[in-house]
């Protein structure tokens, strides 16, 4: 929206304006009147209620509360459900400035307190009226950006974006396999999911397994299917997901961590579009489309003998690269608009706005957890509209901390002494109960050092302590061992789960 369509929009917006006082309504009509604003006045907040309910569109709310008046807190509770969008600015007496925190939770844009200056209250109103103009802005979908499925969106504003979207485009035409490699939360799956849309596929189904979140054999059985029970009732076949997802597309999401046993079966499934299911004789022939994505080091997987190189020339033959947030920072301002809007409709919350200074430092912010992080942090400025909780903060070390795992995992040991000297400062323990805490300790310290070893992988991590991934999982849990990136990176949930932004 060019600078002269934005003025129109804020000269010839509708307003409603709640008031009983003669002199507000005076000074608002005034205004109207010079602005070209459509300005509709009501008496108290019920008669607000029903304009609104009967189809009214105001572009702004302005409620005059009276003094000790509760009804507009009960009406900004409703507006946010039916309206989440709608800006609302109150104007409210002195005694009532205590209503500040919870009339801003409930949705407010801002709290005015009476007496007011006609030209500030002006000026209030086109920053609002401004502001709605550039979110709805950011939610027009465009070439820039394009719905995939049900919330979930492609965004290429930035020039390599782009450059990838049309890479994307051809390749969705060549019935061939896909790789697609990336940092976490770049965008890995929304671009798979791209391949398909934009494919003859793109009528059948799109199914997606992560490798690294399964054991062998559940993975085994998950893609290729099973024998129910072939001992003591007839044989009942249990489908995997490639023949349920026939003639669509499958993405194998962290396809370095297949077991090698599987990796062979899928090789047999690229080059003759059959396997053998599990526990039977019978070939089953499957026509499905692979996409496989990593967020490690293929080629090193291929040199240490743990990915196979066979099932590594027929995948890369046709390769996408999806920079980081950081190579394409031209988007964070759109993004953080389009994150906001998009989450703030979903929550039935009013979107909150994003102070210059609020821009300017998430635009020099590195986001090593790329889209997935900067999804978070909208989200958490959403609910809380703590500026000072939520705000990007980068240390000198922050992004040297995080390319370096070991040194993350490490710090666990000075915290568990620090934990453990404040336990012996509380007083004298028990025999019994200084050996567990001894015990436990050392098991922590033992996950520790195969999860530095290991890089964070948790699936390695488990082989190394030979103990079940399950078991691992449990220790980590009980022992509050976050992965490298929840302890470093601000908003993160400290899990890879298949999160939005993915």
Known sequence: MNQSSLAKAIETARLLFVSRDSVLVRAIWSMGESSSWQLEIVGNVWEAMERVQSGARPDLLLLDLPQGDADGLH??????????????ILIGHPSDVRKHDDVIRLGARDYLIRPIDKRQLAAVIRSHLSSLCESIEADITSEEVEPISEGRFFIGVSPVMRKLRAQAASLAQANVPVLILGEGGSGKETTARLVHKLSLRSGFQFAKVNCAALPGDLLERELFGYDWDGSTAPVQ????KLELAAKGTMLLDEITEMPPGVQANLVRVLQNERFMRPGTSAAVEVDIRIVASSTR????AVSEKRFREDLYYILSAYTIHVPPLRERKEEVRFLLRHFMHRLAKQYGLAPRDFSPKMLEACQAYSW??????????VKRYLMTGDKQQVFPKSPPDLDETHRNGASTWSSYRQQSSLIQARGSANGTESL???VQSVKSEAERNAIVDALEKTGGNRKAAAGLLKVSYRTLLYKIEQYQLKSPDSILLPGSNGHNGNGRAD
């Not at 080091?297 to 090193?300: F, L, S």
């Not at 090593?368 to 942090?377: A, C, S, T, V």
């Open 432 to 434: 019994r109960s200084l």
């Open 237 to 240: 076949i249990k489908k995997g």
């Open 368 to 377: 090593p957890g790329n889209l997935r992080e900067l999804e978070i942090f």
């Open 75 to 88: 009406i900004l509770r409703w507006l946010r459900r039916l309206r989440p969008g709608l800006p609302i």
């Open 297 to 300: 080091n293929i080629e090193r």
